[in-house]
């Protein structure tokens, strides 16, 4: 890998959008929330803006794996397996719906290390999504390239999730939700919905549930346990993926002057760990 990536830290792009209602009624749905339906002037629940700036590439420009092709804004890494590592927000506002909402990203950071199954290519991008005269959020998403799966290859070790939940909720993964997560977010990444790819070119034994989806059901979770807390920041890592070969429990407790979250995978292993902070 010796193209000059370093050549893409400080690239931007600016997009706008709508926080349209539907969107957000969808996916309360899709979470099976009761909520009424969104009204304009109502707040878009944390990390929800993920439902807007969708972007529409032509399929002409789709790659192997469902996803954009690379070398427009992200790196043009050539490990052909991406995963949602992680991120890291900053609540500063609502975004309210009906708002005019814009989005500029930054590639703040490219890097590449050898792993336990050889090279891996991590890139972080920094978004500021703001509503009127000021932002309203300020997201770090890290994205994770890893090399294509070699036959025999044994599996990450397993961690034990954080002990004594104060609170939590079993999740059965089913093609459904996942599709319509993947229709909401306009994600064509076929792992999530296409399972002869994801067992026959990327090794896995299952669909895989989408990281986003795993950091919005934790954040959904908070609003459950705490529906009238303001959230101030979030964080998430990904340990492992999350697969549809059945149920997975969410859970959390008080922890770090908020709360500490973490999802298990269907064999009780840690899969993503979480933070939460009040205003």
């Known amino acids: 890998m010796g193209e000059p990536y370093g050549a893409w830290i400080g690239k931007t792009r600016t997009v706008r959008d709508i926080a349209a209602a539907g969107p957000a009624a969808r996916l309360a749905?899709?979470?099976d929330r009761d909520d009424r339906l969104p009204a304009p002037g109502d707040p878009l629940p944390p990390a929800w803006h993920w439902l807007y700036f969708l972007e529409a590439v032509p399929m002409s420009e789709i790659g192997p794996d469902g996803h954009a092709k690379r070398?427009?804004?992200l790196p043009p890494v050539p490990l052909p397996r991406r995963m949602w590592a992680g991120g890291r927000f900053r609540f500063l506002a609502p975004i309210r719906i009906g708002d005019e909402i814009e989005r500029t990203s930054e590639i703040v950071d490219v890097a590449?290390?050898?792993g336990r199954t050889g090279p891996l290519a991590f890139c972080t991008v920094r978004h500021t999504i703001a509503a009127g005269a000021g932002s309203c959020v300020i997201e770090e998403h890290d994205i994770v390239y890893?090399?294509?799966?070699v036959p025999g290859e044994a599996p990450a070790p397993a961690q034990a999730p954080p002990d004594g939940a104060a609170f939590g909720r079993t999740i059965s993964p089913d093609p459904v939700l996942l599709f319509r997560f993947s229709a909401l977010t306009?994600?064509?990444h076929r792992i999530h919905y296409d399972r002869p790819?994801?067992?026959?070119?990327?090794?896995?034994p299952g669909l895989i549930v989408h990281g986003p989806l795993l950091a919005i059901l934790l954040l959904d979770l908070v609003r459950r346990e705490q529906p009238g807390a303001t959230l101030g920041a979030f964080?998430?890592?990904?340990?492992r993926p999350v697969?549809?070969?059945g149920p997975f429990r969410i859970a959390g407790k008080p922890g770090g002057g908020g709360l500490l979250l973490w999802a298990e995978d269907n064999g009780g292993a840690l899969a993503m760990k979480a933070e939460a902070t009040f205003s």
Do not use: H, I, W
Request: no cysteine.
């Open 29 to 31: 749905a899709t979470l």
């Open 112 to 114: 590449l290390k050898e």
């Open 71 to 73: 070398g427009d804004f």
């Open 235 to 239: 964080s998430f890592r990904a340990f």
């Open 197 to 204: 790819y994801a067992a026959n070119v990327e090794g896995y």
């Open 186 to 188: 306009f994600n064509g």
């Open 146 to 149: 890893r090399g294509a799966p």
């Open 243 to 245: 697969f549809d070969t």
